[in-house]
């Protein structure tokens, strides 16, 4: 059984630019979440996808954008970066059919540092 | 709104000791509770969950106990050792308009020396 990947697992931008952060489910989730995590915090939800429709969505705003593809992997966008927006961001997969999907289970992350 | 507050850190043990890390949480509704393991560098790994009150969680020596009457999740192992030495973090899970959303807790570092 293969677990959550993530890509890339560091990236550095600039600020004003936009980046593009890749995920890959674990084996038969079809329900991807993302979570920014700062440096010394706990993990914010940004936003969960199921069947390629956003599921609900966390206090960001509108320039954090996401995509989920037929074979339930994901995309997160940000535009527009800002010097905050430097944190670990984590995607977590979860099957809506095992106990109702509230368990979720991690990727290794992509960091991303904005300078 | 929902929220988990856990023990401030960072906590440092001798191999062997007993550990307990405090979480609290406020719910509006019936929330299922986590805590999850981050080691340096890593993502978060499910170390145990309960699902309803009195549920106990337990993995690798490690237990919780689902506590509404106190609304609270205390993390406890009897014998850490180096290996544990990691960021744990308290959550819970809370349907919202059909989606779960984990609400975590600010983390707790922990330290065993040898």
């Known amino acids: 059984e293969t677990g959550v990947t993530q890509s890339p697992t560091h990236l550095i931008k600039t600020r004003g630019q936009q980046v593009t952060l890749r995920c890959s489910s674990q084996s038969g989730h079809n329900t991807v979440s993302w979570y920014q995590q700062a440096l010394g915090q706990g993990p914010q939800f940004i936003f969960q996808?199921?069947?390629?429709?956003?599921?609900g969505r966390g206090n960001f705003p509108p320039r954090f954008s996401g995509l989920q593809f037929p074979n339930y992997s994901s995309e997160l966008n940000v535009n527009a970066l800002e010097l905050d927006d430097s944190a670990l961001y984590l995607c977590?997969?979860?099957?809506?059919?095992?106990?109702?999907?509230?368990?979720?289970?991690f990727g290794p992350g992509t960091r991303l540092l904005v300078l | 709104g929902n929220s988990v507050t856990q023990m401030e850190g960072p906590v440092t043990l001798s191999e062997e000791a007993f550990l307990t890390i405090n979480c609290t949480y406020t719910a509006t509704g019936y929330p299922s509770l986590f805590w999850y393991v981050q080691y340096p560098g890593e993502g978060l790994q499910l170390l145990l969950k309960?699902?309803?009150?009195?549920d106990k969680g337990s993995n690798k020596g490690f237990e919780a106990t689902y506590r509404k009457e106190t609304t609270s999740f205390h993390l406890e192992k009897g014998s850490v050792q180096v290996s544990d030495s990691a960021v744990y973090f308290c959550a819970l899970s809370l349907s919202g308009a059909g989606s779960y959303q984990l609400t975590f807790g600010k983390g707790t570092k922990l330290s065993v020396i040898p």
């Open positions: 309960a699902t309803k009150a009195d």
């Open positions: 977590a997969s979860s099957d809506p059919l095992a106990g109702g999907g509230e368990t979720q289970y």
């Open positions: 996808y199921y069947r390629e429709e956003e599921n």
